[in-house]
């Protein structure tokens, strides 16, 4: 696994920030975060950082090779593609794919048992954007290897995203400047995705698993709502948990990553929640896949048939599971749905709301089983399981424990859209002439001082449980 909570707090995070912030070149201060990257991911992966190197330098010819060959430089593109996605098919997709074909064609062939290296679709969609970018010339090819290779492996980002294109921090990889406001934003910023991991996703995930693992005869409605809105939970605080905490490193660093989640569930319909919902992914499949595919210029029919294929391969992204490949195709079917189906664009905003958490809900019912029977039989109770034994309500009951309902009632809290209203008072605070008013000043203090405390919770939560990979670790 990657280093331990704790160390990463107490040792490495502390080590190579000290270090960074003496350097005195920004030469150096790249090569620091470069080999403190690769010194990260070799302490879980040791074989399959050079994996990643390799992966690094391959994408950097291919994008050399093309912006200096330009009649040829749709070959390079084409290599740059069969590599990485053949990277992808080799370690993620091999054994799907030969235990697929057994299981519909009778065979027996051996399916092929590779682990799957950590983050390898998040520094692989990363690679992919950079040489599609060189090669339709909307960024200048990075002439230095080392550079390309912080680029793809920047310890914040690299396992669990976001997807950063190379465009948005190219420039501050040649020139970025730190201070002390944009460190202490950072440092809350990270604490915040800490607490929202280790305090309310990990509290949300004993629940959830506990209810997916048990036996599907002690499952009513009552435990499929309850493991069905504690992985609702659960997801949603795991993953923007972590882009919390790498937006928050990178600032640290001074590196300006964009938000990958703005309030997802206070989305009105399954179109806006995609446009909250883990923006990296979905803006990465509209630029290199949905456009080329001809986007919407060609047609209702055929705008509809590249909605499904991008949502296809959503799923499948998410992992070599046909629970993943339905989970994104529900999501497309939905899209579709809203699109030749007026009238839902016209219900009164709260019903809407209401259908739309409804719709995610179920559909990460799908995201969470282990099998897509497992999950219709989910589903089925949640509407119709009014079973009520003894086992199935002892399940529900062992589950509800005060520490349970308080991080679920946090959880729910914070899923609204809270820094917006922040923003407002902010401003209505601020309407004078000077930056902050006095007022807004000892908030802010008030805030940094709550955010220690919160760190210090984190720790000692940590130090008593076992490890908790972050969901998206696996994608």
Not at 241 to 251: E, F, K, Q, T, V
Not at 257 to 276: D, H, I, L, Q
Not at 410 to 428: C, E, F
């Amino acid at each position: 696994m990657i280093f331990s909570s704790l160390v990463f707090l107490c040792v490495f995070l502390p080590v190579t920030y000290i270090l960074y912030t003496i350097l005195p070149s920004l030469k150096q201060k790249n090569g620091l975060l470069t080999f403190v990257s690769l010194v990260f991911y070799a302490y879980g992966e040791p074989v399959y950082v050079l994996l990643m190197i390799l992966s690094a330098f391959l994408n950097y010819l291919c994008a050399r090779m093309i912006a200096d060959q330009g009649e040829k430089k749709k070959l390079f593109l084409t290599a740059g593609l069969v590599v990485n996605l053949g990277l992808l098919g080799v370690f993620k997709y091999a054994g799907f794919a030969v235990h697929t074909c057994n299981s519909l064609f009778g065979l027996h062939v051996p399916v092929p048992s590779v682990s799957l290296p950590i983050g390898i679709s998040f520094f692989t969609f990363q690679a992919l954007s950079y040489v599609i970018d060189v090669y339709r010339g909307n960024v200048e090819v990075q002439k230095s290897f080392f550079k390309v290779l912080l680029y793809i492996s920047f310890f914040p980002q690299l396992i669990a995203g976001p997807i950063v294109k190379y465009r948005d921090i190219s420039a501050e990889i040649d020139n970025r400047t730190q201070s002390l406001e944009q460190t202490a934003y950072g440092m809350r910023r990270f604490i915040c995705g800490l607490a929202k991991k280790v305090l309310i996703a990990n509290t949300m995930g004993s629940t959830a698993d506990c209810i997916f693992a048990a036996d599907l005869t002690q499952v009513n409605i009552l435990a499929a709502w309850l493991g069905a809105i504690a992985y609702l939970l659960q997801i949603y605080y795991d993953f923007s948990g972590y882009s919390d905490m790498a937006i928050g490193l990178g600032r640290m660093f001074g590196f300006h990553f964009k938000e990958n989640f703005m309030y997802p569930y206070g989305a009105s319909s399954v179109r806006e929640f995609w446009r909250r919902w883990h923006i990296s992914l979905s803006t990465w499949f509209k630029e290199y896949l949905y456009i080329p595919l001809g986007g919407n210029r060609k047609g209702r029919a055929r705008t509809s048939l590249n909605k499904i294929i991008v949502f296809f391969f959503t799923g499948l992204w998410h992992g070599a599971n046909w629970t993943f490949v339905l989970w994104g195709l529900y999501h497309g079917m939905f899209l579709l749905f809203e699109e030749y189906v007026p009238s839902v664009k016209k219900m009164p905003r709260l019903l809407s709301h209401i259908y739309t958490v409804l719709v995610v809900c179920v559909g990460f019912v799908i995201f969470r089983a282990d099998t897509v029977s497992q999950g219709f039989y989910f589903i089925g109770q949640m509407f119709a399981g009014f079973t009520f034994t003894a086992e199935s309500l002892n399940l529900v009951t062992q589950q509800m424990t005060p520490w349970f309902a308080a991080a679920g009632l946090a959880g729910i809290i914070g899923a609204a859209p809270i820094r917006p209203l922040a923003d407002k008072v902010r401003a209505g605070l601020c309407q004078d002439q000077e930056p902050l008013t006095a007022l807004w000043q000892r908030i802010q203090t008030g805030l940094y001082f709550l955010s220690f405390l919160l760190l210090l919770w984190c720790m000692l939560r940590l130090s008593g449980s076992s490890y908790n990979p972050f969901i998206y670790f696996r994608f």
